[in-house]
T-cell receptor
């Protein structure tokens, strides 16, 4: 059983469209992170959400942490080709903050 | 920001040989580093936690005798894939937190191809 259920797995859209990626779990987390990874590179942290109901914005990206701290979403407004990549949600495990369990990932392709 | 560097970026080796991948923290000391594996179009899976001065902690299902981890210093951890086989071909990524218990930064990854 996957700790983090991420959906959709693949997303192919046209430039200018909006999209939402979901990350769900039956477990409660103290925090959740979103990463973006480009081919051949390591993941880069986009945001960490900590408080239930929290909303964070990063330019055209909006991240939300569920009230119960079991789920999160990433919304991209007016997607651009430069947004293309693999988006990953992750939670830390055990006593080590850096030890991460990732969701399955969402491969986003934005066509010009 | 904290920089984690991996070497090599890619490597091709023959089946049955061993290959070593290095993970260095360039501007901080890391008592703990993490090794992940990623297959094409899939997510990252934690393989092991590398601890400076002590044995690595492996995740369930990861063969410790096949994936040897050595955390020789506070800035270097190595992953050696022994007797590599084509199914070991993957993208290997390390990460390290500048401060224990805080966000870990990722290296750029190493693409291993076993032929």
């Amino acid at each position: 059983t996957q700790l983090l259920e991420q959906s959709p797995q693949f997303l192919s859209i046209q430039e200018g469209e909006n999209l939402t990626v979901y990350c769900n779990s039956s477990s409660v987390f103290s925090s959740l992170q979103w990463y973006r990874q480009e081919p051949g590179e390591g993941p880069v942290l986009l945001v960490t959400v900590v408080t239930g109901g929290e909303v964070k914005k990063l330019k055209r990206l909006t991240f939300q942490f569920g009230d119960a701290r079991k789920d999160s979403s990433l919304h991209i407004t007016a997607a651009q080709p430069g947004d293309t990549g693999l988006y990953l949600c992750a939670v830390s495990g055990g006593t080590s903050y850096g030890k991460l369990t990732f969701g399955q990932g969402t491969i986003l392709t934005v066509h010009p | 920001g904290a920089v984690v560097s991996q070497h090599p970026s890619w490597v091709i080796c023959k089946s049955g040989t061993s290959v070593k991948i290095e993970c260095r923290s360039l501007d901080f000391q890391a008592t703990t580093m993490f090794w992940y594996r990623q297959f094409p179009k899939q997510s990252l899976m934690l393989m092991a936690t590398s601890n400076e001065g002590s044995k690595a902690t492996y995740e369930q299902g990861v063969e410790k005798d096949k994936f040897l981890i050595n955390h020789a210093s506070l800035t270097l951890s190595t992953l050696t894939v022994t007797s590599a086989h084509p199914e070991d071909s993957s993208f290997y990524i390390c990460s390290a937190p500048p401060v224990p218990g805080t966000e870990a930064f990722f290296g750029q990854g190493t693409r291993l191809t076993v032929v």
